[in-house]
């Protein structure tokens, strides 16, 4: 199963990278996470990465995969809007550097989420 973690259209290609780069150094995920290029419009040369997916399996890769976002929003000083998809069904979590991120209710919305897929 495919989870696709896209950033809110303010943020930045630093942070893009960041999560990435931060996704990718979790030992549980490694193999799992790639960017994804959107497809180009006709006028244009060719589509930016935009969203990262995660293979999710068995094993506790979704808690890992959520614990790892959870720490990655954490860390932000800045507020950070981010939206987990599978399938057809999607979160939203937006986050700021006064309001906690409270990992058990973010586990719990993409746990929903995978399991309504």
Request: zero cysteines.
């Amino acid at each position: 199963m495919e989870v696709e973690v896209r950033l809110g259209s303010a943020d930045s290609v630093e942070e893009f990278t960041s999560l990435l780069q931060w996704l990718r150094g979790d030992r549980h995920l490694q193999g799992r996470v790639r960017a994804r290029r959107m497809a180009s419009q006709e006028q244009e040369l060719g589509g930016a990465f935009e969203l990262i997916s995660v293979a999710i399996g068995s094993g506790g890769v979704a808690s890992a995969f959520v614990t790892s976002l959870g720490s990655w929003l954490s860390s932000r000083r800045s507020e950070q809007s981010v939206s987990v998809t599978v399938g057809e069904k999607s979160v939203q979590i937006t986050r700021n550097s006064t309001t906690p991120l409270d990992e058990a209710e973010l586990l719990r919305l993409i746990k929903q989420t995978l399991d309504e897929a």
